[in-house]
């Protein structure tokens, strides 16, 4: 059997909503269907996505849910495969996701903002989603361009007063627009409605139906950010192009396994807060709105460090515990998109220097490095492209089955490097 997940499949798309209906259905009445005909990779998402509408519904308020991704490029996995060879239709498919996991229950809505990042194509990945929007007559699904927020004629958003061009922003700059133009359209819902907005990735890597499930903390009154984890926790799963994996085989398997856990080393001793978060990078976040609302405007950072400092920001005004972090099903998606070497090499290095940038501007005005922090920050500021690339290779030489617990004293990374 081929356990891959096709993301470019519309009929397997729907299989895992259908599927999710069974599983619900059988978490609702005690039943067990047999669900031996459908591959391990829409199994593992159709559970979860039928534990998150479980969840949603079991919260037992009215929910307004905001989604926001980013677009750039995007015009190709927009389309479907009959039309590109990596069309993934993802906005139809992303609405049906929703739709699947708020059906029936009255108390929940939602809607989608999505913002174009400068998107070079032409017709431009906004002017595709806009025509799809009216194409499907859909009135919760809008479309704002980074371009117009930047020269004043888009959504206010105080946070990106820096920003003078989308040259400037990979990424960052558009999700933190969306999210503030999520956050200041919600303002007509009731009262008592609890608002959480989520940021994703445009393809399909993170299903929606998920929502249900990175809400739940938040709707519970004890998270403010709940953060999806690709790896690294009990009941995450990675889907890769033979098939669902759970540690100790997402990361154990990885080739470039010492790589990641460098660099979450590193991140664990400078910025103490984020210590318990494994995947700070996965495109799946879910945030309290009223509590995110104060902080995007202390935002700085618009490439792919805007995540952590992000979530700096969040622990640092809510504290280390609002932070929680959620298992999820997470398809990798290597179509049409560009991924670091898993060689060692310059691209490395530099998310390991964005580490320590970081936790210079946010971090060390708070609570500056001592001990074995400040003796590694001390190594990392020496740490040149050559050394880096021997103390990976060094690394792998002493390599056990030890995963995101690995710390290693810095005497003996000075002498790896």
Same mark, same amino acid.
């Given at each position: 059997m081929?356990?891959?997940r096709d993301l470019t499949d519309d009929i397997e798309n729907q299989a895992v909503l259908d599927l999710a209906t069974r599983y619900a259905d059988d978490h609702d009445t005690g039943d067990h269907h047999d669900t031996g005909d459908h591959r391990p990779a829409v199994a593992a998402e159709a559970r979860a996505a039928a534990l998150s509408r479980h969840r949603l519904?079991?919260?037992? @308020?009215?929910v307004h849910l905001s989604v926001v991704w980013a677009m750039y490029g995007e015009t190709g996995r927009m389309a479907n495969r009959r039309e590109h060879p990596h069309g993934e239709d993802f906005v139809r498919a992303k609405v049906r996701q929703l739709d699947w996991l708020t059906a029936g229950l009255d108390d929940v809505t939602?809607?989608?903002?999505a913002c174009d990042d400068g998107c070079p194509d032409r017709p431009s990945s906004a002017d595709v989603m806009t025509g799809i929007i009216a194409e499907q007559g859909y009135r919760n699904v809008r479309v704002i361009r980074l371009a117009d927020v930047i020269d004043g004629t888009g959504p206010s958003t105080t946070h990106l007063r820096t920003l003078t061009s989308t040259? @400037?922003?990979?990424?960052?700059?558009s999700i933190l627009a969306g999210l503030a133009a999520a956050i200041d359209t919600?303002?007509?819902?009731?009262?008592?409605?609890?608002h959480v907005v989520c940021y994703t990735d445009a393809d399909l890597s993170a299903n929606l139906a998920q929502l249900g499930s990175l809400a739940a903390p938040v709707l519970d009154k004890d998270a403010t950010a709940v953060l999806g984890q690709r790896y690294g926790m009990p009941g995450a799963v990675l889907v890769k192009a033979d098939g669902p994996v759970e540690e100790p085989h997402s990361t154990g398997d990885k080739p470039d396994k010492l790589i990641i856990l460098f660099r979450h080393f590193v991140r664990a001793l400078l910025i103490p807060d984020l210590a318990h978060v494994l995947d700070t990078q996965a495109g799946f976040k879910a945030f309290d709105a009223a509590a995110l609302r104060p902080v995007l405007p202390e935002m700085t950072s618009f490439d792919e460090t805007f995540d952590v400092e992000l979530l700096i920001h969040l622990a640092q005004r809510y504290g280390r515990a609002a932070i929680a972090v959620q298992p999820i099903v997470f398809t990798e998606d290597f179509a049409a998109t560009n991924f670091p070497s898993i060689d060692p090499g310059?691209?490395?290095?530099a998310m390991v220097r964005q580490v320590v940038d970081l936790h210079d501007r946010f971090v060390a005005p708070v609570a500056p490095a001592t001990g074995e922090a400040?003796?590694?920050?001390?190594?990392?500021?020496?740490?040149?492209?050559?050394?880096?690339?021997?103390?990976i290779q060094g690394l792998r030489t002493l390599d056990d089955d030890s995963l995101f617990d690995r710390r290693w004293p810095v005497a003996e990374l000075r002498r790896l490097a």
């Open positions: 081929n356990n891959a519904a079991a919260a037992n @308020q009215p939602w809607d989608i903002v040259d @400037q922003s990979r990424k960052g700059g919600a303002v007509d819902q009731p009262r008592d409605t609890r310059a691209r490395h290095l400040a003796d590694l920050l001390g190594f990392l500021r020496d740490l040149d492209l050559n050394g880096y690339v021997r103390l």
